[in-house]
């Protein structure tokens, strides 16, 4: 099944940068977007709920603006995380907010809901779902999502615990449809990877952190950079739900990153109360790919080299 327009229209990678909770803002987005990959933020992260309204005002005049300054490259289109976990108490806001901008890309999280798939086809818009196994996959799929993130092993945020290999694999065993994975990705040459197992597109977070654009404190960046995959720890304690996060974060926080209780899925809270806000913005989460981020630099530059690095790979793979 080919990709529908708005997956590959303007589009100079296969790339969504991925939504980060607090994170990703306006900046980093626009940045993204104007690179030539799909930028994304989650609603949550405009605070109070009437900030989202100006932030979706802002994105759409500014990339219109871009276009119409640069019509021989136009800017990616945006997309917008809805959390559609029962804690989400927004959800309704959130999505009559999509609906007033047009929103062209959602990204539901946490729960498949038809009626969120429909009010955004209602639209034009299109809905992908992220998850972690092939059971909410068909599950998404049934209640009308159009695509599909694969959240694999070694995922910043709440990461599944399956290979990508495997993940990819069997949803591919009965879906056509539009398919991402997001799992370590952090270079060219990952994207591409993605690709040859059967992905349509990456989806990439941990390192646009170190980007200037990011709303991240110089703290959490540098220490995205300083760090590699022996520096993550996967744990529920801190959220309810299974995630990776830098070791020295929560060292730092007083607390032994290689001794940590579990917690059980009544902790997630989307409502900003103190677990889920020490979870961000005391505890950082990182994927595993951060082993290839080796300084804090403009978005632009961060996907020129992903340019330079797919590229290189593909036509290394056809002389080989």
Not at 36 to 48: D, K, M
Not at 83 to 91: A, E, K, P, Q
Not at 222 to 237: A, E, L
Not at 266 to 275: I, Q, T
């Amino acid at each position: 099944m080919a990709l529908p327009d708005i997956l590959k229209k303007n589009l100079r990678l296969p790339i969504v940068g991925a939504p980060m909770f607090i994170i990703s803002h306006p900046p980093l987005v626009l940045a993204q977007c104007k690179a030539g990959i799909v930028g994304s933020f989650p609603a949550l992260n405009a605070r109070p709920e009437a900030q989202l309204d100006e932030w979706l005002a802002e994105m759409t005049e500014e990339l219109a603006n871009h276009n119409a300054k640069n019509p021989d490259r136009p800017a990616a289109p945006f997309a917008v995380n809805q959390i559609v976990h029962r804690s989400n108490t927004r959800l309704q806001h959130d999505l009559q907010m999509c609906e007033k901008y047009k929103v062209p890309i959602v990204i539901s999280s946490l729960g498949a809901v038809p009626e969120v798939n429909e009010a955004v086809h209602a639209y034009g818009g299109i809905v992908l779902h992220d998850i972690i196994n092939n059971r909410h996959a068909n599950s998404a799929i049934r209640k009308g999502a159009d695509g599909l993130i694969a959240v694999a092993a070694g995922a910043g945020g709440h990461a599944g615990p399956l290979s990508p290999f495997a993940l990819i694999q069997e949803i591919r065993e009965w879906f056509d449809g539009p398919l991402l994975l997001s799992g370590s990705i952090a270079n060219g040459r990952s994207v591409l990877a993605a690709q040859a197992m059967g992905a349509d597109m990456a989806y990439i977070g941990t390192p646009f952190i170190a980007t200037e654009e990011a709303r991240a404190v110089d703290a959490y960046k540098q220490m995205i950079v300083d760090s590699n995959s022996s520096d993550i720890v996967y744990s529920n304690y801190f959220t309810g739900i299974q995630g990776n996060y830098l070791k020295p974060s929560i060292a730092q926080s007083g607390m032994d990153p290689d001794d940590l209780p579990q917690a059980d899925a009544s902790k997630m809270d989307f409502d900003g109360k103190a677990s889920g806000a020490k979870a961000w913005k005391d505890i950082w989460g990182s994927g595993q790919g951060i082993g290839a981020v080796k300084k804090v630099r403009p978005v632009a530059e961060f996907v020129d080299q992903l340019e330079m690095e797919y590229l290189a790979a593909k036509k290394n793979l056809l002389e080989s």
